[in-house]
């Protein structure tokens, strides 16, 4: 009987846990551009027409490699969910060790990213954003919660920019909590190619200042 439970508890936690990846019902606003694809671009005002009238921001990029300032003032690094840290779970007492589904708390998904871009100074500054869901688990209780969400930007091996926030969510005791998260921060130097990745995910590490 107890192996029954299991089983079926796990099965429930499955389709939670698809129902987190699921955006395509309800997309989120993130408040960066439009909410309705899953990767949005802004750059800043003027962009646009000094790359020319009739010009879209796609068409000035060129090959991989070093771009031209026009292109450059196009270049909007894209954010991407690094491997294994789009879901986050918190269990209760020895649950996390044996991974007990039976356990789980709550668990969470990140989704929809999108990112703003601007230059000045010789400095890129965008505001990165993500949209999420939290389910609550078997052991799910109503309240706030807090998980940890990364910022990092690299280029090749040479990290720009690592910055480790908190995200607060406030939820209930069934049904799905969405929230977005968002960094306004995220500053480095002007790029000269198109070699810059963002990543933004969860990361249960200690908090790494900017650097």
Not at 36 to 62: K, L, N, P, R, Y
Not at 113 to 132: E, F, I, L
Not at 162 to 178: D, N
């Amino acid at each position: 009987m107890i192996m029954k439970t299991r089983i079926l508890t796990a099965l429930a936690l499955a389709l939670l846990v698809s129902a987190c990846q699921s955006t395509k019902t309800a997309p989120v606003d993130l408040g960066v551009g439009d909410a309705a694809g899953t990767q949005t671009d802004v750059v800043a005002e003027g962009t646009v027409a000094a790359a020319g009238a009739g010009t879209s921001i796609v068409d000035t990029v060129s090959e991989p490699g070093r771009i031209t300032d026009v292109e450059l003032r196009a270049y909007c690094p894209k954010v991407d969910l690094r491997e294994g840290t789009a879901f986050y779970r918190t269990y209760e007492k020895g649950g996390k060790e044996t991974e007990d589904p039976s356990l789980v708390i709550y668990q969470a998904a990140l989704a929809e990213t999108s990112r703003d871009c601007k230059y000045a100074n010789g400095t890129m500054t965008m505001t990165v954003a993500a949209a999420g869901r939290v389910v609550p688990g078997p052991k799910g209780k109503a309240g706030t919660i807090t998980m940890p969400i990364r910022v990092a930007v690299t280029r090749g091996d040479e990290v720009l920019y690592s910055k480790l926030s908190t995200q607060e969510v406030q939820i209930a005791e069934t049904g799905a909590t969405q929230f977005v998260f968002k960094d306004t921060e995220v500053s480095f130097p002007q790029p000269t190619s198109r070699n810059i990745t963002v990543f933004i995910g969860y990361d249960e590490g200690p908090p790494a200042k900017t650097n």
